[in-house]
């Protein structure tokens, strides 16, 4: 079976469990008319039409599947209108009128909800945006708003040792026993949203290439999303300029940005956002916009190099259920709690997790029919251990304080398998996972093209961590501690950069 790793398709697996507690955990009839009240507005009657009863699982009837509909209607994340007055301190008199003048009238924000299809620019009279705020206070608050203030997320602190010619991502191993659909979340460390190391400059060119070559299979946003591409490059640049204060830096007026790793300086208006994210910033992003009808969350944007088995055509416009149609299980067991988590999540509490698969070479981007899907349908007796690599997609989750979108990002990180002979107790937990995991999931991460070669390395390896008593030979091999790294693992990881 071909090997299609996606994007969101591997957020189901961690996320999965945390899902299912959250439907344990949602909202009552009471805190939804609790949170909607805190925006001061009622909430909305059921619409008997426009929302068809969505099913929980098959055994369920329609009438017991009606209130979960009424849930993603009337059920929006926590308003952020509490963070006008602080934001208008800054501003000019005209603005922080605006920001600060009497709330709405009551209903305004249901019934004046932007369309998920149109720009926050295009509206005559003002309308709502989930987190609660109208397009006229956005427009108010201008270009590079407080993010920190926004979001209830820091601004990152400087990295002081960060060296841009031998600077190493951390040695993520998402690796874990059981292994099954639920995988370890962990709250975002604001220092860490995006890691920079020395292939930067070549992961770039890289970029810009697959950009010229495939077109809006790896770079295309819909009508609708440019407020949220916007805040979203705006983010990533403050957080370059503020984390890497050497290198990137805004000019005063905000209009220039200057990038000293490239030697290249950006007007900002000059371009769309997500092509200066392309040309700056060695990230995925896939962006989702909750559909004011319906309030499902539907992917409206994306610029993604590092997809394999898919592209952004093939997903663009797709509702999230349908982005996952193909993982197994995921409409009996995942999708209920998938929608409920995206229709509240906050802005203060991005996530991360990581996904990984093992690979011949470094694929990055690979387009359904690549010649190396070939790879994953024979077991090469050419192949060599020093061929093979654990890929690590490292992921975030966050929700957007203007728009309201939600964002996946993450970066596809390669490491040598052969790296895991000192790190220890990593040999042994792969081999658990490989020899014992579930089989659907085994079959569907599709590591049999390797492990002719990598499960003899990993043995020997394992063998040796026991003789040399790094490891001891009773360990009952489990998700480690360190997870999801491994001891010893920053003493390695400063080691490799000469700190």
């Known amino acids: 079976m071909a090997f299609i790793q996606s994007f969101p398709s591997y957020w189901v697996f961690g996320f999965g469990a945390v899902f299912l507690v959250s439907s344990l955990i949602a909202l009552s009839r009471r805190q939804r008319v609790s949170v909607l009240d805190r925006f001061r507005f009622p909430r909305r009657r059921a619409s008997g039409a426009s929302t068809p009863p969505r099913s929980i699982s098959p055994g369920n009837t329609e009438k017991k599947a009606a209130p979960a509909a009424l849930d993603f209607v009337e059920t929006f994340p926590p308003s952020l209108r509490s963070t006008l007055p602080q934001l208008a301190k800054s501003l000019p008199a005209v603005k922080k009128k605006i920001l600060l003048s009497p709330e709405p009238a009551a209903g305004s924000f249901v ?3 932007l369309p998920m299809t149109t720009s926050y620019m295009d509206t005559r009279s003002p309308k709502y945006t989930p987190t609660g705020l109208s397009t006229e206070e956005i427009i108010a608050l201008g270009d590079f708003p407080a993010y920190d203030i926004l979001t209830g997320v820091p601004n990152p602190s400087p990295f002081k040792e960060f060296n841009p010619l031998t600077a190493v991502t951390r040695p993520y191993r998402p690796l874990r026993w059981n292994y ?7 709250k975002m460390e604001p220092d ?15 970029r810009q290439k697959l950009f010229r070559l495939h077109g809006n299979k790896v770079l295309d946003f819909l009508p609708g999303s440019e407020l949220a591409c916007k805040e979203l490059m705006e983010q990533c640049l403050l957080f370059y300029c503020h984390r890497f204060p050497l290198h990137f830096s805004l000019s005063k007026d905000r209009k220039i940005f200057t990038n000293n790793l490239l030697n290249t300086t950006t007007e900002i208006k000059s371009q769309p956002p997500l092509h200066i994210l392309l040309n700056n910033v060695p990230e995925d992003f896939a962006i989702v916009l909750r559909n004011e009808v319906d309030g499902m969350y539907y992917m409206r944007a994306g610029v993604i190099c590092s997809s394999l088995g898919w592209n952004v055509s093939t997903k663009l416009g797709l509702q999230l259920r349908d982005i996952h149609g193909s993982i197994p299980d995921y ?3 995942m999708q209920f709690s998938m929608d409920r988590y995206f229709s509240k999540m906050p802005t203060n509490a991005p996530i991360q997790r990581g996904s990984w698969g093992l690979e011949v070479g470094c694929p990055l981007f690979m387009p359904p029919g690549d010649p190396h899907e070939k790879l994953r349908e024979v077991q090469s007796p050419d192949l060599k251990i020093e061929d093979c690599n654990l890929r690590v997609d490292w992921q975030t989750l966050r929700r957007m304080p203007l728009s309201g979108a939600i964002v996946f990002n993450f970066t596809a990180l390669f490491t040598p398998v052969t790296e895991f002979r000192d790190e220890p107790k990593i040999p042994a937990l792969l081999i658990k996972i490989l020899r014992e995991g579930k089989r659907s999931l085994m079959e569907y991460k599709n590591t049999w093209h390797v492990e002719h070669m990598v499960l003899p390395a990993l043995e020997e390896w394992a063998r040796e961590q026991v003789e040399k008593g790094v490891v001891k030979a009773d360990w009952e091999v489990a998700t480690l501690d360190e997870s999801p790294y491994f001891e010893g693992w920053e003493e390695k990881w400063r080691r490799a950069q000469g700190y």
């Open 192 to 206: 860490w949203w995006l890691e920079i190391d020395k292939t930067y400059p070549s992961m770039i060119a890289e």
């Open 331 to 333: 409409k009996e067991k």
């Open 180 to 186: 099954h659909q639920t995988m370890s979340l962990t």
């Open 111 to 113: 019934k004046d909800l």
